[in-house]
């Protein structure tokens, strides 16, 4: 297998500083470790290039006419999965992860290589749209960029381009309608199908409850009803599951987060985002050229961690056995693991160098070893060091330096996603967050923290990118888990071995 070739052009190096981090955080998604990722994204990437000259090359013979391909990430996105498949066709399923090998083989992904008028409707949408306008929306609701941003990057004025957005996003909804009333459709849901613009268009309507039992049972119309209801915040998931499909809302999530890494908490889509230096809007057009820069230097290291894990180490994601949300998921249930030991505050292991010692010790002397007050004995992600084998103190006896809130964000019959978010008292260079799951559940995908699961513990271990928390600071990661009976809150949430309140 070849490496990625460097850039041959100006075409090719802007396409490279702009759309390589997505490539290679869909990438580590779909394979079982960072190591297949880089590999796997250098070979779609390649490929990607290629489409991508030839799509421009017929838009120019076109004279102008709508080009009817994808914009510049989902082309290369759809190269990963492209690639995905002929991996697994070549006998080198065992790289990828398990659950995107299983829907490889299902109907689900026929789909998007079958009759155009049975693909979804977003991306036929997409395609339809014109190809500026397409940019631009993917831009702003796949990527979670800020507006100002996706302006420059696209040659806007970044004072109309909420505007412009909106008749995209009309535009979008308009061919959706189209492509939904095209599509081979059964009486039931022809029958529905002009009920389902007329409920869709007002964000005050009520879904009628024959309507919505319709939808809950029927996937296409459900993946319609999504992009025809461009209120409601859906929008976003509509692109990136029908363009993707496996993946697409874990993809979501990845950038939603990695946008507010770079670019700072929330997404500032205000005036102050673009603009001079010297009111600080400078900022944004910094941290785009570090990245540019960074991404850089990852491909001169041959890639060998992703920009955005999504497990831990190859075994850790090799064992993911759920699904993402959908009917066909199935939970494999753990049964719950004895508690872990107790051991006493005289034995002593190798400190983290990020842990509080205990206040009765006073300063700790860096020439002495200390005890490491983590209990949690299940197996790390891929960014902390090898755990230490000796014994390992409580903290029970110190005050809580933390606290951690638990949101339930989403559920369905078989799976949730949920977020848990620690507010540390003490400033940190990385950081392990451990809890505990008594009725069965089982992460099966996690962002923004590597994760490994022992029975019913699951540890998330701190990623490159967010290992440094300032004191009174908050880290965040969310998952994706299996489920089946009833679906409690974690218990014993722990940071770095310490007890964290709760509610």
Not at 444 to 469: C, E, F, H, I, L
Request: with cysteine; net charge negative; proline share 9%.
């Amino acid at each position: 297998m070849s490496d990625l070739s460097a850039p041959q052009d100006a075409t090719e190096a802007a396409l490279f500083s702009e759309c390589w981090d997505a490539v290679l955080s869909y990438a580590d998604l779909c394979t079982a470790g960072s190591t297949a990722a880089a590999q796997l994204a250098r070979e779609a990437f390649a490929q990607g290039i290629r489409e991508v000259r030839e799509a421009e090359a017929t838009t120019v013979r076109a004279a102008g006419r709508r080009s009817s391909r994808l914009p510049r990430i989902p082309l290369l996105l759809t190269a990963v999965r492209t690639t995905a498949a002929a991996w697994e066709e070549s006998g080198q399923g065992h790289r990828l992860d398990p659950d995107l090998r299983l829907w490889l083989h299902s109907e689900n992904a026929a789909r998007f290589t079958g009759p155009p008028l049975s693909r979804p409707v977003a991306l036929r949408g997409l395609r339809d749209l014109q190809q500026a306008d397409a940019e631009l929306l993917w831009l702003a609701e796949a990527e979670s960029l800020p507006l100002p941003l996706v302006a420059r990057r696209l040659g806007l004025d970044a004072a109309t381009a909420a505007d412009e957005l909106a008749q995209v996003r009309g535009f979008f909804r308009d061919r959706c309608h189209r492509n939904h009333l095209d599509s081979p459709m059964d009486a039931e849901c022809r029958s529905y199908a002009r009920l389902l613009d007329a409920v869709t268009r007002s964000p005050a309507a009520d879904t009628p409850e024959d309507l919505s039992k319709h939808l809950a049972t029927c996937v296409r119309c459900a993946e319609a009803a999504a992009c025809l209801r461009l209120h409601g915040g859906g929008l976003p998931g509509a692109l990136t599951g029908g363009v993707l499909g496996w993946g697409g809302l874990a993809y979501l999530e990845r950038r939603r987060r990695a946008a507010e890494a770079r670019l700072g908490p929330g997404r500032p889509d205000g005036p102050d985002a673009g603009g001079d230096p010297a009111d600080g809007t400078g900022r944004a057009r910094a941290t785009r050229n570090g990245l540019l820069v960074a991404a850089v230097l990852v491909s001169g290291l041959a890639l060998a961690v992703s920009l955005m894990p999504f497990g831990g180490t190859d075994a850790d994601k090799a064992i993911r056995t759920g699904a993402t949300p959908g009917p066909a998921a199935d939970p494999g249930l753990y049964p719950p693991a004895a508690p872990a030991p107790t051991v006493s505050a005289t034995d002593s292991g190798p400190a983290s160098p990020n842990t509080p010692q205990p206040s009765s010790e006073g300063t700790p002397d860096p020439a002495k070893p200390h005890p490491h007050p983590d209990p949690d004995p299940e197996p790390q992600g891929s960014t902390t060091a090898t755990a230490p084998t000796a014994p390992r103190t409580t903290a029970s006896s110190r005050p809580s330096v933390c606290h951690a809130a638990y949101d339930l964000v989403n559920q369905w019959p078989v799976g949730f996603q949920a977020t848990v978010t620690v507010t540390t008292t003490e400033p940190l260079d990385s950081w392990r967050v451990a809890f505990t799951f008594e009725d069965g559940q089982r992460v099966t995908q996690m962002w923004d923290a590597d994760v490994s699961q022992n029975g019913p513990r699951v540890t998330a271990t701190a990623t490159d990118y967010n290992k440094a928390v300032p004191a009174g600071g908050k880290l965040a990661f969310g998952f994706i888990a299996s489920w089946a009976g009833t679906n409690p809150p974690p218990s014993a949430i722990t940071l770095d071995g310490h007890s964290c309140t709760t509610g």
